[in-house]
């Protein structure tokens, strides 16, 4: 029956079409309904691998489907103030669940807990904007935003279920695995353990301050009571992440651009690399160690540059500590991304989009002694590992096929999926199709 009413929901999701009219900018919306649905397939040859472990990619051939459906409800209460609701319905599987890469593939199934179609109140969250200035500009309704009037500098304060990765790390070149790059370490900093359950939210309060040249952003997270996990821990005094991010828009040569820097603080009962290997050289378990008092923390920067009217770069760095266990995002240490993208403008295909991108994942030095053991994480335990930085190329094109549906077509190639320089190299290809209302 769930399987029926989610095929039904993608069905009709799919055969809605918005009237491409302009913006109403008198208008102020006192509600919006919004939809998405995002079905992506993959699939990978065999490839070779000298052994495979518990979290190995799986050599032999594979093909994998994930699919989300979202409703984006949202109302305006008083001046300034507005509640957004999202339902969503996520089901299928990354390639061999989501194990065995880094920087893993297909960034829709950071929203997928469970292979079969399960619902969930995504975001519950409320919003009130105090306004610091007489001048304002129109926003244009979208996903949880109501169309109107809204001051070009204000104070906001957000308080409720969310995706912390909605206010943070924002890029417009690769930000979004729905409509660009699909791989985790390109939708975001890879090295940022960014707070969130196993379907990529968490209860946060955001505190922003916002002025056409700056951003200031701080928010506290929940975490999962379990790495990975879908239950979160309450126990605030323990347990929490905490992330602060200053941004800077900026005229160069004519062209805008936007620089990012973020930083973040997590604690919880994470279980500690080194002292895993201490206690069991032979087979470690990251879990059997893990108490309250622990940390994680970590920087990243960010940047994106217009170059034409049609072009635009971004570059992403990310470090974290990486001496306890990985908590909630990826496996990943050391991170740095790059690429290019461009929408069709100069082959007259104005709203097509045409993205290259490079990341490279790299782990420390405690946490590559403890894969290397033969100890596991969340994704990543091949047994053995014969050390080496984890490399990915991507390359997608979108086509328009009309005012809500888009279809893309990506390659991604990787050399030593999982850090490990006895596996692949790995190639996937991906069809996804992404329709909005």
Not at 117 to 124: D, G, M, S, T, V
Not at 321 to 337: K, V
């Amino acid at each position: 029956m769930k399987i029926r009413m989610f095929k039904s929901i993608v069905l009709i999701l799919a055969t809605l079409e918005v009237n491409g009219q302009q913006p109403d900018t008198t208008r102020h919306e006192k509600f919006s309904f919004h939809a998405q649905t995002t079905v992506i397939n993959q699939f990978k040859p065999a490839f070779k691998a000298n052994y495979t472990g518990q979290n190995s990619l799986v050599p032999n051939q594979e093909s994998k489907l994930s699919v989300t459906s979202t409703l984006f409800f949202g109302a305006k209460l008083w001046q300034g103030a507005s509640m957004y609701i999202n339902p969503e319905i996520g089901g299928g599987s990354g390639l061999s669940g989501s194990l065995g890469v880094a920087a893993s593939t297909n960034g829709e199934t950071y929203r997928i807990g469970n292979p079969t179609p399960q619902f969930e109140l995504a975001r519950i969250f409320f919003r009130q904007i105090f306004s610091l200035s007489g001048e304002s500009e129109y926003q244009e309704g979208d996903f949880n935003k109501l169309g109107g009037k809204i001051s070009t500098r204000y104070i906001s304060f957000i308080i409720g279920k969310i995706c912390v990765s909605d206010y943070f790390d924002n890029n417009i070149y690769n930000h979004d695995p729905r409509t660009q790059f699909m791989s985790w370490a390109l939708m975001s900093n890879g090295a940022w353990d960014f707070p969130a359950n196993i379907r990529g939210y968490t209860p946060s309060i955001i505190l922003e301050y916002v002025t056409p040249g700056q951003e200031l952003r701080y928010g506290f997270s929940l975490v999962p009571r379990e790495a990975n996990g879908m239950a979160m821990n309450w126990e605030i005094s323990k347990a929490g992440s905490q992330t602060l991010e200053y941004t800077r828009h900026y005229n160069l040569a004519g062209k805008n651009g936007t620089f990012r820097i973020l930083s973040f603080f997590t604690t919880t009962d994470m279980g500690n690399y080194n002292q895993s290997i201490i206690l069991n050289p032979s087979a470690p378990d990251v879990i059997a160690t893990r108490k309250y008092g622990r940390t994680k923390y970590g920087f990243g920067i960010n940047a994106e540059q217009s170059i034409s009217e049609s072009l635009g770069a971004f570059f992403r760095a990310g470090w974290n500590d990486g001496n306890n266990e990985t908590w909630a995002f990826s496996e990943i240490d050391r991170s740095l991304s790059f690429g290019i993208s461009s929408n069709g403008r100069k082959w007259n295909r104005q709203n097509d989009i045409l993205g290259i991108a490079y990341v490279i994942s790299g782990i420390s030095g405690p946490h590559r002694n403890y894969l290397k053991a033969g100890g596991n994480g969340f994704m990543l335990g091949d047994g053995n590992l014969n050390y080496s930085l984890e490399n990915l190329a991507e390359i997608y094109y979108t086509f328009e096929l009309s005012k809500s549906i888009y279809l893309s077509g990506a390659c991604q190639v990787i050399m030593n999926p999982g850090y490990n320089k006895d596996r692949g190299p790995v190639n996937v290809f991906s069809i996804r199709i992404h329709t909005i209302i």
